[in-house]
């Protein structure tokens, strides 16, 4: 860590600022992946096959329909 706080003390203050906020970013950036939150969208798309099929009825459907 002292090698890169060597190289930003040499940079100058207008390069600092700019090098300091990429940094912010690519923090906040790893954050907000990490704090994603399922959308679950998909509740309710099988209501009306679910009530034709158990769950292991439905998998095995779908097992047939990738060639599995």
Same mark, same amino acid.
């Given at each position: &860590?002292?090698?890169?706080?060597? *190289? *930003?003390e040499q940079l100058p203050p207008d390069i600092q600022r700019e090098v300091r906020s990429y940094a912010e970013f690519l923090?906040? !950036?790893? *954050? /907000?992946?990490? $704090?994603?939150?399922?959308? *679950?969208?998909?509740?309710?798309?099988? /209501?009306?096959?679910?009530? $034709?099929?158990?769950?292991?009825?439905?998998?095995?459907?779908?097992? !047939? &329909?990738?060639?599995?």
């Open positions: &860590m002292t090698t890169l706080a060597r *190289f *930003f923090l906040d !950036k790893r *954050f /907000k992946k990490r $704090q994603k939150v399922p959308s *679950f969208d998909w509740e309710g798309a099988l /209501k009306d096959i679910g009530e $034709q099929y158990s769950s292991v009825e439905l998998q095995h459907e779908i097992e !047939k &329909m990738r060639g599995a």
